[in-house]
């Protein structure tokens, strides 16, 4: 009763709004893989051991007298509890709070934004995070964290039953560490079983680089392979065993795409388990686009956070990298300009395009699901990696108004027609919608092929890498068409019909409307002409040569970086029927006043047609209703 008469206060603290919700969810769903609870928790037990590892290696005195790391784990049916015992680095107070109270890691608790209460939709969500220590309320009433930071003198005990609330109080612990003790349900007593629990260690732990120890009664029994993955030889391991490692070092849960496991021998010496993954992290694109793979030196685990061991387009990878020639004492600080994490830089670079080069060729299907998920990240590459920029572009997929699926460049260019000089690519917000673009009209009706592209960086790098194989890049939505040198059947048939002195003539009849257009429009467009990129729609808009491309100044303008786009020019369709009634009024008296609304509403449709609120709703719906009001009565 020695402890109960030191009087120890009790805090009560509540989660974090977004914690209860996860925990609620977690609680309530009937959650088929509840084994997994062990997984996490022996997880965070071993990257404890990682942290104080690398800690030790300036501060020594930090594991004096206890310098093995293991993991216990006791069963006591009893009692009914399971406990998890590490002997890592341990928390102190304040993070106790932060890392058992909140959730920390960028972008999860916008996520948890999204769940909607206990669905399945939600469990999916869930499975793309990965719920870590919160799992345990899956199995468990009430858990139990005892825990003393290495170095530290007091312990604290943290306690919580999962419903909003969690406690804190001083507590006792013999040595450096964290206890995690779980109050099983009465529906979970199987995990009390040590059978059941070898089963689950040896399933999803082995690879755990710290021994695992089960004790039972009087002896203890290590249950995991206590090696580092990466150093025993590929053939020694299994699929599934490669699968468990990724879900550990990645926190993922799907399948991983690709496995990468090297050994590099040579001037420098290092080896690697990179896995690329099936599924888009949920965060991959948060801001800081850090790389995530982790660094060991000797197996001793370094860092997550070298940001030079990758470039921030490879940030999709996840596994681990270690390093036999950095000083074990390296500090964080000492990796930056290292020429040696340079070297490996290339070295997984290269590795990395050479299988994604080999997957792209030999498993189209397959790397058109990787597209999907990454492809925004590759086009980051061709970006912003001068050096491998020509690698990347061979590996570029994108939709396109010829074929069905993905098309490369290099088969673009095969079809490009006679007197084709350049790339044709429209950009937008999705490709569905970009197909309908008023602007593909005279490439569809020439058979050009034009390049569907709906990611926000594809206005960045198109301009910025120009071309491909010498062919220039051209938005359609940009600058004249060009479509005069492109022989195809379909058009040279249509143009028969026509002489070269009707041709005039319409450019003739054009004049006046034109003229009529550019003075009610004024300063709203830059210009008016006709259009070679019209068959179909009476009006589209285009920028300017010189200037930003129309979807590049909508992204800028979102994001606040520009004030107001520019005017465009507006290119009319001769052959339209409303044009041509347009440009028989244009001739006549007074036609300035009849056609001002006539003029105007056709900026606003080009507007409309460009997914664009039109600059003024009031007058729009005011024009619209004069003119049916003229069409109808
Ligand atoms: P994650 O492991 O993905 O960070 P978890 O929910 O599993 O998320 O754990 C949250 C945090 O709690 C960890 O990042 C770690 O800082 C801390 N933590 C959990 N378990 C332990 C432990 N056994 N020893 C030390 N710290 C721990
Ligand atoms: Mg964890």
Same mark, same amino acid.
């Given at each position: 009763m020695a402890k109960a008469s030191k009087t120890k206060k009790t805090e009560k603290l509540s989660f974090q709004a977004e914690v209860s919700r996860l925990l609620h969810i977690v609680a309530h769903s009937l959650y088929s893989e509840r084994e997994i609870f062990l997984r996490e928790l022996i997880s965070n037990a071993s990257d404890a051991c990682d942290r104080l590892r690398y800690e030790a290696l300036t501060k020594p005195k930090l594991t004096q007298g206890d310098p093995d790391f293991c993991i216990k784990i006791s069963a006591d049916k009893e009692a009914g509890t399971l406990t998890i015992a590490d002997n890592g680095i341990g928390m102190n107070r304040k993070e106790l709070i932060e890392n058992l109270g909140t959730i920390a890691r960028s972008g999860t608790a916008a996520m948890i934004d999204k769940l909607k209460g206990d669905t399945k939709e939600d469990i999916n969500l869930i499975g793309q995070f990965g719920v870590g220590f919160y799992s345990s309320f899956m199995v468990a009433d009430k858990v139990t964290v005892t825990t003393r930071k290495a170095g530290a003198a007091g312990a604290f005990v943290w306690e919580s039953d999962g419903m909003g609330e969690f406690t804190l109080r001083e507590g006792e612990r013999p040595a450096r560490g964290t206890t995690v003790t779980l109050k099983i349900k009465d529906d979970a007593k199987e995990f009390l079983e040590p059978d059941r629990i070898k089963h689950i260690v040896t399933t999803?732990?082995?690879?755990?680089p710290v021994p695992i120890n089960l004790l039972e009664g009087e002896t203890s029994d290590r249950i995991n392979d206590a090696s580092a993955l990466w150093t025993r030889p590929r053939n020694k391991i299994k699929a599934d065993q490669y699968k468990e490692f990724y879900h550990h070092v990645a926190h993922a849960t799907d399948e991983p795409w690709a496995t990468l496991h090297f050994r590099v021998e040579g001037v420098i010496e290092y080896s690697g388990l990179l896995y690329i993954p099936t599924a888009r992290p949920f965060n991959i694109f948060h801001p800081d686009r850090k790389n995530q793979v982790k660094l060991y030196v000797k197996r001793v685990f370094i860092t997550? %956070?070298? %940001? %030079?061991?990758?470039?921030?387009?490879?940030?999709f990878l996840r596994g681990v990298v270690d390093s036999e020639d950095l000083d074990l004492n390296v500090s964080r600080e000492m990796l930056q300009n290292n020429p040696i994490v340079a070297k490996i830089k290339n070295g997984l670079v290269t590795r990395v395009l050479n299988e994604l080069k080999k997957k792209a060729e030999k498993e189209p299907d397959s790397y058109a699901g990787f597209w999907e998920a990454f492809g925004a990240l590759i086009k980051e590459g061709i970006y912003e990696s001068f050096e491998n920029r020509d690698d990347l572009l061979s590996l570029l997929r994108c939709h396109s108004t010829t074929d069905e699926g993905l098309v490369s460049l290099e088969s673009y260019l095969g079809r490009m027609k006679k007197g084709q000089d350049a790339i044709y690519y429209i950009t937008g917000e999705n490709a569905e919608a970009l197909k309908q673009s008023p602007q593909l009209e005279g490439f569809r009706a020439r058979d050009v092929e034009v390049l569907l592209l709906s990611d926000p960086i594809d206005d960045f790098w198109l301009p910025a890498v120009g071309q491909y194989k010498e062919k220039p890049f051209k938005s359609v939505?940009?600058?004249?068409?060009?479509?005069?040198n492109i022989e195809t059947p379909k058009v040279k048939k249509k143009d028969d019909k026509k002489s070269a002195a009707d041709d005039a003539k319409s450019a003739g009849e054009m004049g006046d409307l034109i003229a009529l257009l550019k003075l009610t429009l004024e300063e709203k467009v830059t210009d008016v002409r006709t259009s070679e990129r019209l068959t179909d729609s009476a009006v589209c808009l285009v920028a300017d040569e010189t200037g930003l491309d129309m979807n590049l100044e909508r992204i800028l303008k979102q994001h606040n970086q520009i004030n107001q786009v520019t005017s465009r020019i507006l290119e009319i369709n001769p052959d339209h029927s409303l044009i041509q009634s347009l440009a028989l009024s244009a001739k006549k008296k007074g036609a300035q006043d009849k056609l001002e609304d006539a003029a105007l509403l056709l900026l606003d449709q080009a507007q409309i047609l460009e997914g664009e609120p039109v600059s003024d709703p009031v007058a729009f719906s005011r024009r619209m209703e004069a003119v049916m009001a003229k069409g109808f009565i």
């Open positions: 999803y732990s082995d690879h755990i997550d %956070e070298c %940001e %030079e061991l990758l470039p921030s387009w490879l940030r939505t940009q600058g004249g068409a060009d479509l005069g």
